[in-house]
């Protein structure tokens, strides 16, 4: 058996052995998702399990380095994983800002030290990050941020507030943007600080949205101490690491829109739903714009594939993350577009019901934001339009 | 493991193409064969140095002097006679005529005609559509075996190549089912009927009046011809699919550079947002499409069988997205785009032809899902 038969079949046998029977489906709702962190309740000892074989495994980071928590798997063996997880529709162990968005420039730009102190944490589950990047008045325009951070010598006062931070009650910690220079050009002032959300003079306010969920909060920073050595990389150079975050931000809520995220084929949802005759789904109609979506679904599977290949081939195109991030979100607005048509009457439950108190039309709703957060379509439209085609302006 | 990445060697045929192309049978060829009025659609002089630098020979077995390198090789250049409208019997002889011979010819249809493929003198095209739309198993034209032979009634429309070939691929009802005939341009109760279709290529109508071919014609087992004919005509999807990705291409790379360099207002029309969204909407569709290419050409390469799915996912979107190109292509032209001097327009007629060959993107999308089980 050559090298990668024998990582699949022991990491095959590994997940049969380890991966407890009520992990192997797709949410129900949104407690189902486990965010780990200081104050994780866990809903319940399998989801305990779940998260605690995995972390011994280092496979909650598998690409990472063994010594801060990860596995060490090259491409090709975390591919294999990923696979295998999907084979048997296993449920991520842990959600996780931390790996997803804070991790790849910890491991880029940040000292020995700082990533000893956070790395380990986030890939055993136990520090929740926020995420400290939106400002009232800066949105689409990231850049002209004005939390303001004052220089106190070995560390900083920081005053100000933010908008949109995801699960914001529930950080423990927060990366962020803040002012370190009101003289510089907007992108040479800035800064990417890290603190404690304990900290003295850090609140949150939740922000209910129309899903009727409040999932983000504003954060407001009232003379907050921040140490200086949780800068990373230098002081007022920060938005390149804002940049770089923001690209693993964007592939993340674009790559959404290429799994499923556990969830059934939506041909296989309509197929439940509405039946077939002769093989054929009933409405025909539906069934155009479900295999129109199910074809760009695959498109968008291929070419993360082929532009995985290209790094790996060393002629990445380079600056395709807007890209995907543009086509992963307005895919799956499509998804849940389909989905609600699909369900028709069904799909329109919201409290009570047979219908998991409406996790569909609250999912749909949530699904609005995903072209909105980590920079809108238009954003990305701008973006491909000036640095990968070059368009003045 | 399947990359989805060009290798060095497939970089330098890409190169080598694009080189050859660009100097001797760039737009203006085109152009000239239809100011000349070319009576066949295609320049025999241009087809022999395409013989001389080894294309025809690309999918056809050493054994038969080929260089068998495979449909990766074959597509990468036919992108590249995409992005130039470079007429030529690559498609329906090299690829889709080559494929044929290769996958279900009996070892004397092999060594009768993969060499004359491989020196360009055998020229191919099938014969399988009847209807205004791709209904490639809705077949009227029948064979009744009469003693040894078969005897072939019916008539074959819209056969791109057919004015120039030596030799259909036939489709024909043998009882409930369908077989495979090669027939003969010049034998006797066969009427080619020529004509030219939009982008100025050839097609021709043909038919078959109770012409006879001995059981040697048969291409593949009796009564198993729509499995030969679904393959065939998958390769030549791709092969259409490849061709459209060039000519979109193409078409957009040219009309971001007038973007760029047409002003109004006082500014590059480029640096307008209206035409900045639908630019790089498009630049995306367009990097999709060449991850649906490589995949269905590897895909060829690598499994015998091929993939019905993935083949109608490509040419389904390929169509789609080409005709996007070149219709915004023509949009953001303006009115010159709209004038013959300028060569812009022969794109939006080439793809018009390729996106409706083989099945447009509503038969591919029908396909698609069926193969889905939906």
């Known amino acids: ?393 | 493991m399947m990359t989805l990445v060009l290798n060095e060697e497939q970089l330098m045929l890409r190169d080598s193409a694009r080189d050859f192309l660009k100097g001797r049978a760039p737009v203006s060829h085109l152009r000239g064969l239809r100011d000349n009025a070319s009576e066949e659609g295609f320049s025999r002089e241009l087809w022999s140095e395409m013989v001389e630098m080894g294309w025809p020979a690309i999918l056809v077995p050493e054994q038969y002097g080929g260089l068998d390198y495979g449909f990766t090789g074959m597509g990468i250049i036919l992108e590249e006679c995409g992005r130039t409208l470079t007429p030529s019997p690559l498609l329906c002889t090299s690829m889709m005529g080559a494929a044929a011979i290769v996958k279900a010819g009996s070892d004397t249809q092999r060594e009768s005609i993969l060499p004359g493929i491989t020196s360009g003198e055998r020229l191919l095209a099938l014969a399988c559509d009847e209807s205004p739309r791709h209904e490639p198993h809705k077949v009227n034209t029948e064979a009744k075996e009469i003693d040894a032979n078969y005897r072939i009634s019916g008539r074959k429309s819209a056969i791109v190549d057919g004015h120039i070939a030596d030799t259909f691929i036939v489709s024909a009802k043998t009882g409930n089912d369908l077989s495979l005939f090669l027939v003969p341009a010049n034998a006797s109760g066969v009427t080619v009927e020529p004509y030219q279709v939009l982008d100025t290529h050839y097609a021709a109508n043909v038919s078959f009046d109770q012409i006879e071919v001995g059981k040697q014609a048969l291409l593949g087992p009796l009564n198993s011809g729509i499995r030969t004919l679904d393959y065939i005509l998958d390769v030549g999807r791709v092969g259409v699919s490849a061709e459209l990705l060039g000519i979109a291409l193409e078409a957009f790379e040219r009309t971001i550079q007038y973007l760029k360099e047409r002003k109004q207002f006082g500014v590059p029309i480029g640096s307008f947002q209206a035409l900045q969204h639908r630019a790089a909407h498009l630049f995306a569709e367009l990097e999709m499409c060449k991850s649906l290419v490589i995949k269905a050409l590897r895909t060829l390469d690598e499994q015998a069988d091929g993939d019905a799915e993935l083949v109608s996912l490509t040419k389904s979107k390929l169509a789609e997205t080409a005709h996007l190109a070149t219709t915004e292509a023509i949009q953001m032209h303006g009115g010159i785009g709209m004038t013959d001097e300028f060569d812009i327009g022969f794109f939006l007629k080439r793809c018009r032809i390729l996106e409706s060959l083989y099945g447009d993107h509503y038969y591919h999308l029908d396909r698609f899902a069926r193969q889905r089980g939906y």
């Open chain 1, 1 to 393: 058996m050559t090298d990668t038969g024998l990582f699949r079949k022991e990491t095959r046998d590994w997940l049969e052995a380890n991966c407890p029977e009520t992990m192997r489906h797709p949410y129900r709702n949104e407690a189902d998702a486990c965010w780990g962190g200081r104050n994780c309740k866990f809903q319940s000892e399998d989801q305990k399990n779940w998260l605690k074989r995995m972390v011994a495994r280092g496979w909650t980071v598998p690409t990472w380095p063994v010594k801060y928590g990860g596995a060490g798997l090259n491409r090709e063996q975390a591919k294999i994983l990923k696979e295998e997880l999907n084979r048997i529709k296993a449920r991520p162990p842990l959600e996780s800002f931390g790996i997803s968005m804070l991790g790849p420039p910890l491991l880029k730009f940040g000292t020995e030290e700082l990533r000893q102190q956070h790395l380990p944490p986030i890939a055993r589950g136990e520090i929740r990050w926020a995420q400290g990047y939106s400002e009232p008045n800066a949105g689409s325009d990231l850049a002209s941020l004005q939390m303001r951070a004052d220089d106190k010598g070995d560390h900083f006062i920081v005053n100000g507030s933010k908008v949109w931070t995801s699960y914001g009650d529930l950080g423990d910690w927060m990366f962020c943007l803040v002012r370190t220079d009101f003289a510089a050009k907007k992108h040479e002032g800035i800064s990417f600080v890290m603190f404690d959300m304990a900290t003295e003079g850090v609140s949150t306010r939740p922000i209910k949205l129309i899903s009727g969920k409040s999932p983000f909060t504003e954060t407001f920073l009232d003379n907050v101490r921040v140490e200086k050595n949780q800068v990373i990389g230098k002081i007022n150079e920060g938005w390149t690491i804002a940049k770089y975050l923001l690209t693993h931000e964007r592939e993340m809520i674009g790559g959404s829109g290429a799994s499923r995220a556990g969830g059934l084929p939506v041909s296989k949802v309509a197929a439940d739903v509405l039946g077939t005759e002769n093989g054929i789904l009933s409405d025909t109609v539906l069934r155009t714009d479900i295999a129109r979506f199910e074809m760009d679904e695959c498109c968008l599977a291929l070419t993360m594939e082929r532009a995985r290949d290209e790094v790996k081939a060393g002629v990445s195109l380079g600056a395709t993350a807007s890209m995907f991030k543009y086509y992963g979100t307005e895919l799956n607005k499509r998804r849940y577009e389909l989905l609600m048509s699909i369900k028709g009457q069904d799909a329109l439950d919201w409290e009570g019901g047979s219908n998991h108190d409406g996790f569909l039309p609250k999912s749909w709703l949530r699904s609005k934001a995903n072209s909105i957060e980590g920079g809108t379509s238009e954003i990305q439209l701008n973006i491909v339009a000036k640095h990968l085609l070059g368009l003045p302006g």
